[in-house]
Protein backbone atom coordinates (compact mmCIF):
# COMPACT_ATOMS: atom_id res chain seq x y z
CA UNK A 1 0.00 0.00 0.00
CA UNK A 2 1.29 3.68 -0.83
CA UNK A 3 -0.78 6.91 0.54
CA UNK A 4 0.19 9.99 -1.48
CA UNK A 5 -0.27 13.67 -0.28
CA UNK A 6 -0.09 16.07 -2.92
CA UNK A 7 0.29 19.98 -1.93
CA UNK A 8 1.26 22.79 -3.84
CA UNK A 9 -1.32 24.29 -5.66
CA UNK A 10 -3.21 27.35 -6.29
CA UNK A 11 -3.47 30.47 -8.49
CA UNK A 12 -1.36 31.80 -10.40
CA UNK A 13 -1.49 34.14 -13.18
CA UNK A 14 -0.41 33.21 -17.04
CA UNK A 15 3.27 33.20 -17.35
CA UNK A 16 3.77 32.39 -13.80
CA UNK A 17 4.88 28.91 -12.02
CA UNK A 18 4.11 26.65 -9.52
CA UNK A 19 5.58 24.01 -7.68
CA UNK A 20 3.68 20.52 -6.84
CA UNK A 21 5.22 17.85 -4.71
CA UNK A 22 3.89 14.50 -3.14
CA UNK A 23 4.85 12.69 -0.77
CA UNK A 24 4.45 9.17 -0.16
CA UNK A 25 4.22 6.81 2.60
CA UNK A 26 3.43 3.39 3.07
CA UNK A 27 5.64 1.41 0.60
CA UNK A 28 8.80 0.89 -0.87
CA UNK A 29 9.23 4.59 -2.99
CA UNK A 30 11.56 3.99 -5.30
CA UNK A 31 10.26 0.97 -7.13
CA UNK A 32 7.04 3.04 -8.17
CA UNK A 33 6.59 4.85 -11.36
CA UNK A 34 5.20 7.87 -10.31
CA UNK A 35 3.00 10.08 -12.48
CA UNK A 36 1.12 13.45 -12.75
CA UNK A 37 -1.90 13.59 -13.89
CA UNK A 38 -4.43 16.50 -14.29
CA UNK A 39 -8.54 16.61 -14.87
CA UNK A 40 -10.57 19.66 -16.16
CA UNK A 41 -14.00 19.79 -15.64
CA UNK A 42 -16.02 18.10 -18.81
CA UNK A 43 -12.66 16.61 -19.41
CA UNK A 44 -10.99 12.94 -19.17
CA UNK A 45 -7.81 12.77 -16.73
CA UNK A 46 -4.96 12.84 -18.84
CA UNK A 47 -1.51 12.26 -17.74
CA UNK A 48 0.87 15.24 -17.83
CA UNK A 49 4.58 13.31 -16.93
CA UNK A 50 6.04 10.63 -15.52
CA UNK A 51 9.25 9.23 -14.13
CA UNK A 52 11.17 6.05 -13.41
CA UNK A 53 12.74 4.89 -10.58
CA UNK A 54 16.01 5.22 -12.81
CA UNK A 55 14.88 8.70 -13.57
CA UNK A 56 13.28 8.19 -17.24
CA UNK A 57 10.74 10.99 -17.87
CA UNK A 58 8.16 11.31 -20.47
CA UNK A 59 6.12 14.57 -20.71
CA UNK A 60 2.76 15.25 -23.08
CA UNK A 61 3.52 16.95 -25.83
CA UNK A 62 1.19 20.05 -23.82
CA UNK A 63 3.81 20.30 -21.62
CA UNK A 64 6.65 19.61 -22.84
CA UNK A 65 9.74 22.51 -22.43
CA UNK A 66 7.75 24.26 -19.47
CA UNK A 67 7.25 21.73 -17.26
CA UNK A 68 9.51 19.15 -15.11
CA UNK A 69 9.02 16.35 -13.09
CA UNK A 70 11.57 14.73 -10.24
CA UNK A 71 11.65 12.57 -7.41
CA UNK A 72 14.11 12.02 -4.49
CA UNK A 73 13.74 8.44 -3.41
CA UNK A 74 15.50 9.01 -0.06
CA UNK A 75 12.93 11.77 0.79
CA UNK A 76 9.83 9.69 -1.17
CA UNK A 77 8.98 12.80 -3.06
CA UNK A 78 7.92 13.19 -6.11
CA UNK A 79 8.09 16.93 -7.74
CA UNK A 80 6.41 19.10 -10.66
CA UNK A 81 7.65 22.59 -11.92
CA UNK A 82 5.27 24.61 -14.01
CA UNK A 83 6.82 27.07 -15.40
CA UNK A 84 5.22 29.44 -18.25
CA UNK A 85 1.73 28.36 -16.73
CA UNK A 86 -1.20 28.76 -19.60
CA UNK A 87 -5.09 29.14 -18.21
CA UNK A 88 -5.22 25.36 -20.59
CA UNK A 89 -3.62 24.16 -17.59
CA UNK A 90 -6.09 24.69 -15.00
CA UNK A 91 -7.22 21.60 -13.59
CA UNK A 92 -6.95 18.97 -10.25
CA UNK A 93 -3.21 17.86 -10.34
CA UNK A 94 -2.83 14.14 -9.27
CA UNK A 95 -0.43 12.18 -8.53
CA UNK A 96 0.23 8.61 -9.03
CA UNK A 97 1.93 5.66 -8.09
CA UNK A 98 2.38 2.21 -10.18
CA UNK A 99 3.67 -1.11 -10.45
CA UNK A 100 2.80 -4.05 -11.67
CA UNK A 101 -1.61 -4.31 -11.07
CA UNK A 102 -0.59 -1.93 -8.00
CA UNK A 103 -2.06 1.89 -8.73
CA UNK A 104 -2.24 4.33 -5.82
CA UNK A 105 -4.17 8.12 -5.95
CA UNK A 106 -3.42 11.07 -4.08
CA UNK A 107 -6.52 13.45 -3.01
CA UNK A 108 -5.56 16.03 -5.88
CA UNK A 109 -4.02 19.95 -5.57
CA UNK A 110 -6.16 22.38 -7.65
CA UNK A 111 -4.65 24.64 -10.05
CA UNK A 112 -5.86 27.64 -11.30
CA UNK A 113 -3.86 29.29 -14.06
CA UNK A 114 -5.97 32.95 -14.55
CA UNK A 115 -5.44 36.66 -14.76
Known amino acids: QVQLVESGGGLVQPGGSLRLSCAAT????????MYWYRQSPGKERELVAN???????HYADSVKGRFTISRDNAKNTVSLQMNSLKPEDTAVYYC?????????WGQGTQVTVSS
Open 96 to 104: NAQRSFESY
Open 26 to 33: GSIFSIYV
Open 51 to 57: ITSGLTT
